[in-house]
C-alpha cells in the first residue's frame, strides 16, 4: 500500500510503526458553527482512509478533536449572550447529526481542547526548560529558528518567511525576539474564558493543541497525521516544531492532506454567496450523496461541488444501491438455495472487480478508481443475477458489493441503517396497539421489523429483539 506523504512529496510504501496497528490523528473542526462542506472533505476523506486500513486487517486508533475555545467561539457566544461552552457544546452535537448522516465512523478518541489544558501547560513548560520557547509578559512564544527542520513540511525557507511574514505576525509581535516566533500561551482578555498556567490566566494558542492530543492519546510518534492542505502552514508546520522539540523524536511518518473543495469553479467564501453548511445541503440530498461525491475524485485533486455534478452522483449511487435492492427481491423469490458448480465459477470471476478495487486503493487511496471498479462489478451482478439464481449466489453477490461499498461508507443495504432506538420506538408502538386491542397494527409493525431484518420475541420479562 502506497501513500502521497506531503513530508517527502512523494508516494511512499506504508509500514506501520507498530505491525497490524495505525495510529492517525486528524485535525477536527473549530465548533462555533454548522459545519460546511468544506470541513466535511476531509472528514469523509480520511474516515475512508481508516476503513480501508480496517478492511485491511489493521487496527486503527483514531484520533480527532474539537476545537472548542476559539476567537469566533468567543465571538459568538457574546454576541448570544451565552457562555463559550454553550456554544461549542451546541455545535458539536449537530457536528455529530451531520458526521452521522455522512455515516462518518466516531472517532476512538475526540479529545476537546479545554479538557486537555493542562497536558498543553505541561508541553509548554518543557519547551521553555528545552530553551525552545520564552515569556513575555504572560505571554509564550516558540522561538521558531531554534528548529532547524522548521520548514520541512510546507517547503518554506525561513528567510522567505521573513521577508513577506507581514501575515505571520500577531498582537504584541513587539515583544517576540523574532518575528517568526509563534504562541504558545496568551493571556486573557476581557469577557474570555481562562485557565492558570505558570505564567499568566489566559489560554493556549491554537497549534499547541494538537500536539499534546495527539502526544496523549497516541503516544509521541504517530503513523499519520492528516488535514486539509489549508493547515499545512503553519498549523501543521508549528505542531512539528513543538512536538518534535519537546519530545525528542520523529513526530509523524506520513502527512496526508486533501485539497480544496470548490463551488461552482470558486473558492468557497461567505463574502461571494457560495457558502454551504452541511445542514443545508442535507435539505436537498439525501447526505450519503455528498459523501459519494467527495469519493467520485482523488483526495489530493480540488473538487468541484455543483448541482450538476451533485445531482450525477446522486444517479450513480442510485445504480448501486438499485442493484442491491434487486438481489435483496431476487433472494425473497429464489427457487433454489444452494450454489450450482457454474454459479460458483460465475461468483469467482468477480474476484477481479476485487483485485480492481484493491489496487485502486493501495495506490495512495484512489476512491474514483475504487468506484469505477464497483460500477463493473454492478454491472458483473446486473448480467449474472436472474430469476433462476439460488439464494446463496445472490446472497454471495450483495455480501460482496456491501463489505466494498462499506469500506467507502457508502450504505447500499438499507436494513443496515435501522438504530437500536428505532426498534425500541416500534416496540413501544407495537405494545400500545396490543394494549388498545389494535392487533392489525401490532401485527404490521411486526412486520415492518421483520422486512429491517429485526425478529421480536414475547417473553415473561418482555418483548426481546435479535437480528435475523
Not at 457544546?89 to 455529530?96: F, L, N, T
Not at 469577557?191 to 489566559?202: C, F, I, K, L, V
Not at 429464489?334 to 457454474?342: G, I, S, V
Not at 422486512?451 to 435475523?468: M, N
Request: aromatic share 10%.
Amino acid at each position: 500500500m502506497k501513500l502521497y506523504n506531503t513530508l517527502s512529496k512523494r508516494k511512499e510504501e506504508f509500514v506501520p510503526l507498530e505491525q497490524g496497528k495505525v495510529k492517525m490523528y486528524v485535525c477536527g473542526p473549530t465548533v462555533y458553527n454548522y459545519i460546511h462542506i468544506g470541513n466535511a472533505r476531509p472528514m469523509i476523506v480520511f474516515d475512508t482512509v481508516r476503513r480501508y486500513f480496517e478492511y485491511k486487517g489493521y487496527e486503527v486508533n483514531y484520533v480527532s478533536n474539537f476545537t472548542d475555545v476559539d476567537d469566533k467561539i468567543i465571538k459568538k457566544a457574546i454576541e448570544e449572550g451565552v457562555t463559550t461552552s454553550e456554544v461549542s457544546q451546541r455545535y458539536i452535537e449537530e457536528c455529530k447529526k451531520d458526521m452521522k448522516a455522512m455515516n462518518v465512523k466516531p472517532a476512538t478518541k475526540a479529545p476537546l481542547a479545554t479538557e486537555e489544558i493542562c497536558g498543553m501547560v505541561d508541553m509548554i513548560q518543557t519547551l521553555i526548560d528545552k530553551g525552545y520557547a520564552y515569556e513575555k509578559n504572560g505571554t509564550v512564544y516558540y522561538r521558531t529558528r531554534k528548529f532547524k527542520d522548521y520548514g520541512k513540511l510546507s517547503h518554506k525557507n525561513l528567510d522567505d518567511l521573513q521577508s513577506g511574514g507581514r501575515s505571520l505576525l500577531v498582537s504584541g509581535q513587539e515583544q517576540k525576539e523574532d518575528s517568526l516566533d509563534f504562541v504558545l500561551w496568551k493571556p486573557k482578555k476581557e469577557g474570555e474564558p481562562a485557565w492558570e498556567s505558570p505564567w499568566s490566566e489566559g489560554r493556549p494558542g491554537w497549534h499547541i493543541e494538537c500536539s499534546e492530543m495527539s502526544k496523549k492519546y497516541l503516544g509521541e510518534q504517530i503513523d499519520i497525521h492528516a488535514g486539509g492542505e489549508d493547515l499545512v502552514f503553519p498549523h501543521h508546520e508549528n505542531e512539528i516544531a513543538q512536538s518534535e522539540s519537546a519530545n525528542g523524536k520523529e513526530f509523524a511518518k506520513y502527512w496526508m492532506h486533501n485539497a480544496f473543495l470548490n463551488i461552482d469553479n470558486r473558492k468557497m467564501s461567505k463574502s461571494l454567496g457560495n457558502f454551504f453548511t452541511v445542514r443545508e445541503i442535507s435539505e436537498k440530498y439525501d447526505l450519503q450523496i455528498l459523501r459519494f461525491f467527495m469519493l467520485s475524485a482523488h483526495y489530493r485533486s480540488p473538487l468541484n461541488f455543483s448541482t450538476e455534478l451533485m445531482d450525477a452522483a446522486g444517479t450513480g449511487l442510485e445504480r448501486i444501491i438499485t442493484a442491491a435492492e434487486n438481489l435483496k427481491f431476487l433472494m425473497g423469490n429464489a427457487k433454489a438455495q444452494d450454489m450450482t458448480d457454474a454459479e460458483r465459477e460465475a461468483f469467482g470471476k468477480t474476484q477481479e472487480y476485487v483485485a480492481g478495487f484493491e489496487k485502486a486503493m493501495d495506490d495512495d487511496f484512489n476512491t474514483a478508481d475504487a468506484i469505477s471498479s464497483i460500477f463493473e462489478l454492478v454491472k458483473y451482478i446486473n448480467t449474472t443475477a436472474g430469476g433462476e439464481s439460488s439464494a446463496e449466489y445472490l446472497q454471495s453477490l450483495l455480501d460482496l458489493l456491501v463489505k466494498l461499498t462499506d469500506v467507502l461508507g457508502i450504505i447500499v443495504d438499507k436494513n443496515e441503517e435501522i438504530l437500536a432506538e428505532d426498534i425500541e420506538a416500534l416496540i413501544e408502538q407495537r405494545q400500545a396497539a396490543r394494549k388498545n386491542k389494535n392487533f392489525a397494527r401490532a401485527d404490521e409493525i411486526r412486520d415492518e421489523l421483520l422486512e429491517k431484518g429485526i425478529i421480536l420475541e414475547d417473553t415473561r420479562e418482555g418483548v426481546k429483539w435479535k437480528k435475523a
